[in-house]
């Protein structure tokens, strides 16, 4: 059974550095991977799809990694802002699954 | 962002009634799914669509019933509800088997 851990659950940083979020996973017979970040008490917004054989995928500040075989994936949030508070949350769709197994999700604070 | 809605957002309701949640997408995706959030469990899949009339069951199905009668809703109800149906709940949809996921605003269901 695909289980899905993200740790640290909370992170506190100063705006303007970078940082890096991590997923892990159970087993490495995945589709995809897909981060998004959900603002209290809103839905979740998609921002990176990550293919089983794609490294890594770039959109904007966020860059986020895929090693399949160690079971990881870790999103990357460059100069960040206080506008990237939030929790974000990671979720692997293992191969021929329908459903999305997530993480518990990180929760972001930028701190002006 | 894609243009999914739920409806209602907020809802109250007693131990014993049928109750009816509502997603509805202008994208025109194949795909839909209902997913609820819990604290401690994340969001996991209750029931999906891979079409018009075509839906099976998630994780969590057990008190849960589907339809979808056209492509743009699908309709999860709750057959007699309990206190442990008390959630956030959120429609996705996608617009083929494995492709990134897009999820609505989410409705808060409060079983008293």
């Known amino acids: 059974k695909q289980e899905v851990t993200q740790i640290p659950a909370a992170l506190s940083v100063p705006e303007g550095e970078n940082l890096v979020l991590n997923c892990s996973f159970t087993d490495s017979a995945i589709y995809n991977l897909q981060w998004f970040r959900q603002d209290p008490g809103k839905g979740l917004t998609s921002l990176l799809l990550?293919?089983?054989?794609?490294r890594e995928q770039t959109s904007g500040r966020l860059n986020a990694s895929l090693d399949k075989s160690s079971g990881r994936s870790t999103l990357y949030i460059a100069a960040s802002q206080p506008g990237d508070s939030a929790t974000y949350l990671c979720?692997?769709?293992?191969?021929?699954?329908?459903?999305?197994?997530f993480g518990q999700g990180t929760r972001l604070t930028i701190n002006p | 962002d894609a243009g999914i809605t739920q409806s209602p957002r907020h809802k109250v309701t007693e131990t014993g009634t049928p109750v009816t949640l509502r997603c509805h997408q202008t994208e025109n995706h194949r795909y839909m799914y209902w997913y609820r959030q819990d604290p401690g469990h994340g969001l996991r899949l209750i029931h999906y669509?891979?079409?018009?009339?075509?839906?099976d069951k998630g994780e969590v199905s057990d008190g849960y019933s589907v339809s979808r009668s056209k492509t743009e809703d699908f309709l999860l109800t709750l057959e007699s509800a309990t206190s442990s149906q008390t959630s956030v709940y959120f429609c996705?949809?996608?617009?083929?088997?494995?492709?990134?996921?897009?999820f609505g605003p989410g409705t808060r269901l409060t079983v008293t």
């Open positions: 996705a949809i996608s617009d083929s088997w494995g492709n990134e996921q897009y």
């Open positions: 990550i293919q089983s054989s794609q």
């Open positions: 979720a692997v769709r293992d191969q021929g699954a329908q459903k999305l197994v």
């Open positions: 669509s891979y079409g018009v009339k075509d839906t």
